[in-house]
């Protein structure tokens, strides 16, 4: 079983509406990741935070914030979403952010934006 | 973004034949992994290289680290149904570049 936790696993949420993904790990890893994953295809990065500090934004839109309260947690806060953006949203962590460190994935959130 | 040709993109098998898939790239990377994705789950690490030309073995599952460190291959040995799934390589660069670069996936069926 993944060691990364997300809630909730099914979110069906308006387009003026706010809500929020979490993650949890309890590994010690200070390397958190989110991703987005479209039906059949791999996923696709959008944030990485390195000791709770924003390291790489890929040039998501606003109407997506990430928040890292601590080195166990991971938010990803939602809001004013367009239908698109429905899709499975992975999060990630790794011991570092540096390559050679396996990245290890939870069993993500299911979006749908109606 | 840059992604990795991983072929075949689908296989459709017989319970206990041996299953093979690689991965391919134009660029040199410093670590190979691994993935299974389940239907409806995050995906699950099964191998992860870190050598050129490492070889690791996790159960019936074999994966390679390619000696010129642009391919990797992963093999399952006797397929169950269970293997059914989708199979993604990633690869990582070396150097402190955060960013996977991942193969479109080979879609496995087994047919009992």
């Known amino acids: 079983d993944t060691e990364v936790t997300q809630t909730p696993k099914h979110l069906v949420m308006g387009m003026t509406n706010k809500k929020s993904l979490k993650c949890e790990q309890h590994m010690g890893h200070r390397a958190m990741y989110w991703y987005k994953q479209k039906a059949k295809k791999p996923p696709e990065l959008m944030f990485v935070?390195?000791?709770?500090?924003?390291?790489i934004n890929e040039s998501v839109p606003s109407r997506f914030s990430p928040e890292c309260p601590n080195s166990s947690l991971l938010n990803l806060h939602l809001h004013a979403l367009q239908p698109e953006d429905s899709a499975l949203y992975l999060c990630?962590?790794?011991?570092?952010?540096?390559?050679?460190?396996?990245?290890?994935f939870g069993e993500g959130s299911w979006l749908t934006v109606v | 973004g840059q992604q990795l040709n991983q072929s075949p993109q689908s296989m459709f098998i017989q319970e206990g034949e041996d299953v093979s898939m690689n991965c391919t790239s134009s660029s040199i990377f410093n670590t190979w992994l691994w993935y299974k994705q389940d239907p409806g789950e995050g995906p699950v690490l099964l191998i992860a290289l870190y050598k050129a030309g490492e070889l690791t073995s996790n159960g019936r599952l074999t994966a390679q680290f390619g000696i010129t460190r642009k391919d990797s291959f992963l093999n399952i040995s006797a397929s169950i149904p269970s293997d059914v799934g989708i199979y993604f390589c990633?690869?990582?660069?070396?150097?402190?570049?955060?960013?996977?670069?991942w193969g479109l996936g080979t879609s496995l069926a087994v047919n009992p």
């Open positions: 990633a690869g990582q660069y070396a150097g402190n570049n955060r960013k996977l670069i």
């Open positions: 990630a962590s790794s011991p570092t952010a540096n390559s050679g460190n396996t990245i290890y």
């Open positions: 935070y390195s000791y709770e500090k924003l390291s």
